[in-house]
Nanobody, 125 residues
Framework: QVQLVESGGGLVQAGGSLRLSCVATKGTFSSYAMGWFRQAPGKEREYVAA????????AYADSVKGRFAISRDNAKNTVYLQMNSLKPEDTAVYYCAADPSYRNVRTIVGRIAYWGQGTQVTVSS
C-alpha cells in the first residue's frame, strides 16, 4: 500500500511558476512509476506528465510540453512537477499517481493503483 501526499499548490499569476511535490509513504517508492494528472471544474481528469521508476524516462502531455518538468528523488520518496510559464488554462486540482506500470501512469486514468488527495493550482490572468 502506497500513500501519496501532494503539496506546493497555490495561486499564481499567468507567466509564473510553481513546484509541486508528492511524498510517498509506505511501500517501495522506487518500484513505482509516477505520474501527475489534473482535473479542472466540469472536466475529466487528464494526464499531465509521467516518470519511470529510475527517472530515466519522462513523458508529457502536449499541452504542457516545454513548460513543465517532472523529476523524482528516490532517496526522499518524492516526485516533483516544476511548472513554468503557467497559463489560466492550467488551473486545476493536480493529483499525484503511482503504479507499477509506466504505461499506466502515462495515459490510463482508470488503471492507476494509487492516488494522492490533490492540490489546487490557480493561475490568474
Amino acid at each position: 500500500q502506497v500513500q501519496l501526499v501532494e503539496s506546493g499548490g497555490g495561486l499564481v499569476q499567468a507567466g509564473g511558476s510553481l513546484r509541486l511535490s508528492c511524498v510517498a509513504t509506505k511501500g517501495t517508492f522506487s518500484s513505482y512509476a509516477m505520474g501527475w494528472f489534473r482535473q479542472a471544474p466540469g472536466k475529466e481528469r487528464e494526464y499531465v506528465a509521467a516518470i519511470d521508476w529510475s527517472g530515466g524516462s519522462t513523458a508529457y502531455a502536449d499541452s504542457v510540453k516545454g513548460r513543465f518538468a517532472i523529476s523524482r528523488d528516490n532517496a526522499k520518496n518524492t516526485v516533483y512537477l516544476q511548472m513554468n510559464s503557467l497559463k489560466p488554462e492550467d488551473t486545476a486540482v493536480y493529483y499525484c499517481a503511482a503504479d507499477p506500470s509506466y504505461r499506466n501512469v502515462r495515459t490510463i486514468v482508470g488503471r492507476i493503483a494509487y492516488w494522492g488527495q490533490g492540490t489546487q493550482v490557480t493561475v490568474s490572468s
